[in-house]
């Protein structure tokens, strides 16, 4: 078992800037990535971005390129997404997810099925 938690999401004005967290407890060596979903209202979940946990590869959603950063510290088991020139289009719930299944070495995996651990949850509203 794998427990995450976020930290981080809230109100900003579009253009500006959120930072948000996500810490792993529990069997986190089993961990192959961590990824960022997003959820608004009445639609699928979806992709953000992702990391492999050992090495760095990254992945991101074409809509956030350039604009967002995700990046991990494998000593305290906290994945990070920096959120920049936000957009009132980027509001969602935003969800952590952990995947624990044996993928190669530095794959990182954009579907939600591909992930086996989810965080509660946490809100970011950009207000136009």
């Known amino acids: 078992q794998v427990q995450l938690v976020e930290f981080g999401g809230g109100l900003v004005q579009a253009g500006g800037s959120l930072r948000l967290s996500c810490a792993a407890s529990?069997?986190?060596?089993?961990?192959?990535?961590m990824g960022w979903f997003l959820q608004a209202p009445g639609k699928e979940r979806e992709f953000v971005a992702g990391?492999?946990?050992?090495?760095?590869?990254?992945d991101y959603a074409d809509s956030v390129k350039g604009r967002f950063t995700i990046s991990r510290d494998v000593v305290t088991n906290t994945v990070y997404l920096e959120m920049n020139s936000l957009k009132p289009e980027d509001t969602a719930v935003y969800y952590c997810?952990?995947?624990?299944?044996?993928?190669?070495?530095?794959?990182?995996?954009?579907?939600?099925?591909?992930?086996?651990?989810w965080g509660q949850g946490t809100q970011v509203t950009v207000s136009s």
């Open positions: 990391i492999a946990w050992s090495g760095e590869s990254t």
């Open positions: 997810a952990a995947a624990i299944r044996a993928y190669r070495l530095g794959y990182v995996p954009v579907g939600r099925s591909d992930y086996d651990y």
């Open positions: 529990g069997r986190t060596f089993r961990m192959h990535a």
